[in-house]
């Protein structure tokens, strides 16, 4: 989803995600992690330069960024923040709000607009609005990989 209608969304369905967010399971329990949600359109439109492919979240009705501390390679903090992401992501999608993605380039432009610490990391971005591009439901033939590629039953 990368084009959103203009309506806000409800403070209610806002609540319920961040709730999954915050329910999300993580390694030994650490929850390393901040969620921040954004609805003011000025923030949306500074967070959408903070990276190249960012451009949909000027446009949608809200994003929640997600931060870590940095983290060294084999961390399980990156596992643990997917888990958040995919928790946003259905909850949004239950509640017919569409999302999409953004990595994060620009570190200490979104710590300008959010006015987090310097020592967490935005691992990524999330857009959220009802969607113009597309209808929310399941694509018929998603652009993946074949199944035979990639799903193996008890051996290679
Ligand atoms: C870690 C991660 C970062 C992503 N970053 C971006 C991004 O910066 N901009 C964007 O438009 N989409 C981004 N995406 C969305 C992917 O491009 C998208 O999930 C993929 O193309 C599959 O599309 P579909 O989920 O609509 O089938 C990102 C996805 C992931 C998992």
């Known amino acids: 989803m990368r ?9 209610a369905d806002l609540d319920r995600i961040l709730e999954a967010a915050w329910r999300a399971p993580s ?10 949600l954004c609805t003011d359109r000025a923030q ?3 967070l959408s330069r ?8 000027a446009g949608a009705a809200a994003a929640i960024v997600l931060l870590s501390p940095h ?11 997917g888990q958040v992401t995919m928790s946003i992501l259905l909850e949004a999608t239950d509640l017919g709000i569409g999302t999409c ?4 380039g620009d570190q200490d432009l979104v710590r300008e607009v959010l006015g987090s ?10 857009s959220l609005g009802y969607p113009a591009d597309r209808p929310l ?10 199944k035979s590629e990639v799903i193996h039953r008890g051996h290679w």
């Open 44 to 46: 949306l439109d500074q």
């Open 137 to 146: 439901r399941p694509i018929a033939r998603p652009n993946r990989k074949l």
């Open 71 to 81: 983290a060294e390679a084999g961390d399980f903090v990156e596992f643990d923040l």
């Open 3 to 11: 084009a959103f209608r203009p309506e806000p969304i409800p403070e």
């Open 101 to 104: 993605h953004s990595a994060v």
């Open 27 to 36: 390694s030994n329990n650490e929850q390393r992690w901040d969620i921040v």
């Open 117 to 126: 610490p310097p020592d967490r990391q935005a691992f990524v971005m999330i």
């Open 50 to 57: 903070a990276w190249t492919w960012a451009g949909h979240i």
